[in-house]
Structures are given as C-alpha cells and as structure tokens.
T-cell receptor, first 113, second 115 residues
Framework: AQTVTQSQPEMSVQEAETVTLSCTYDTSESDYYLFWYKQPPSRQMILVIRQEAYKQQNATENRFSVNFQKAAKSFSLKISDSQLGDAAMYFCAVQGGSEKLVFGKGTKLTVNP | DGGITQSPKYLFRKEGQNVTLSCEQNLNHDAMYWYRQDPGQGLRLIYYSQIVNDFQKGDIAEGYSVSREKKESFPLTVTSAQKNPTAFYLC??????????????FGDGTRLSIL
C-alpha cells in the first residue's frame, strides 16, 4: 500500500518570500511518480509539478521546485517569490506501478500581502 | 479546448433518493476516476475505469455505483445506501499508456448536500 503524509495542515508566507511545504511518502514500488497539486478556492485541482522517482534531478517549474530525497522518501515543494495567487490547498500524491494515485491530506497555504 | 466537464456544480439530495453526477471528457483519455473530498481528508478514490464497459472499486465504493458505456462519459450515482453523501466530488481522467507517468486531469467538481 502507498501512503502520503503532509505534516503541516497550514502554512503562511509573506508575499515575495519563499516557503517550503513538506511531504513524506511510502511505497513498495521501485518505479513510481510523485506529484504536487494545487487546489485554489475555486476547488479545481491543478497539477503544479511532478517528479519521476528514477530521476535524481529535482523537477522545476518556474517558481516551483521540489527537493526529492529518495532514500528518506521525502518530496517537499518550494515556492519562490510567493504571490497572492499561490494561496490554496496543496496536495502531495504518489503513484507507482499499477497502484492508484494516493493523496496526502493537504496543506493550506496563506499568502500575506 | 479539451477538458473535463462535471455537472451540476451543486446538487441536493433528499433522504432515500438516488442522484447522478455527470462527468464528460473530450481529452480522448482511456482512464477515468471519481474521488470524494471531505474537509481534512484529502481525496479518496471511489471508482475508476480504464476501459469502456469495465470499472473497479476504489477505497470507498460502498453506496456508490458507476457506468462506463462511452469513453467520454463516466457518471457516478450516489445511492440511498450512502448514508453520509455530503461532500465535494471530483472526476478525473488520464491516459493509460505508462499510467504512472501521466498526471490526472480534474474537473471543477460537484458539491453534494443533503436536504
């Protein structure tokens, strides 16, 4: 079975500063993928970034980057130059082999002007 | 533009009533999924389908039913057996070629409440 733990129910950051959201996971699959999804108040789930476990290089998408520590089964999301539009729930998820996509319980990010 | 359309946006159910949530996609995706989202619970998988006329139970299938008669459509019925249906329901789709590599695309969701 796969599990995802997001230990920070809520986080806040000042506009233009950097924030890191934590995620740890567990899977018995050797080949798996990790995702961060954003859910703004509109409730639509939006893919932010994804990481293939076999790649050592951390994924980056504009202001969003991950710190993937495979041995520690850690997959944190860093948001640089935070903007008001980044305020949302952020979900970490893992999917391996024929396993289903499993989500964490989410972290609510508040961006203060 | 390609995407996933869920309807209605809001739905109310009376006691003992079955209701059906619609999900349509024009992304030509083979796989479709239904999730339930409760406060503080994240997303939990109800049912999924990887091919027409076939579907599998997810983690919380009791009280729900689905059909997959067309590739584009994957409606979810919340039956009267589901005693706590109030939640936000999200439909998603993805390709099944290299399943793990393809992210799921989500609809805008349906909020279901009991009258």
């Amino acid at each position: 079975a796969q599990t995802v733990t997001q230990s920070q129910p809520e986080m806040s950051v000042q506009e233009a500063e950097t924030v890191t959201l934590s995620c740890t996971y567990d899977t018995s699959e050797s080949d798996y993928y990790l995702f961060w999804y954003k859910q703004p108040p509109s409730r639509q789930m939006i893919l932010v970034i994804r990481q293939e476990a076999y790649k050592q290089q951390n994924a980056t998408e504009n202001r969003f980057s991950v710190n993937f520590q495979k041995a520690a089964k850690s997959f944190s999301l860093k948001i640089s130059d935070s903007q008001l539009g980044d305020a949302a729930m952020y979900f970490c998820a893992v999917q391996g082999g024929s396993e289903k996509l499993v989500f964490g319980k989410g972290t609510k990010l508040t961006v203060n002007p | 533009d390609g995407g996933i359309t869920q309807s209605p946006k809001y739905l109310f159910r009376k006691e003992g009533q079955n209701v059906t949530l619609s999900c349509e996609q024009n992304l030509n995706h083979d796989a479709m999924y239904w999730y339930r989202q409760d406060p503080g619970q994240g997303l939990r998988l109800i049912y999924y389908s990887q091919i027409v006329n076939d579907f599998q139970k997810g983690d919380i299938a009791e009280g729900y039913s689905v059909s997959r008669e067309k590739k584009e459509s994957f409606p979810l019925t919340v039956t009267s057996a589901q005693k706590n249906p109030t939640a936000f329901y999200l439909c998603a789709s993805s390709t099944i070629r290299e399943v793990s590599n393809q992210p799921q695309h989500f609809g805008d969701g349906t909020r279901l409440s009991i009258l």
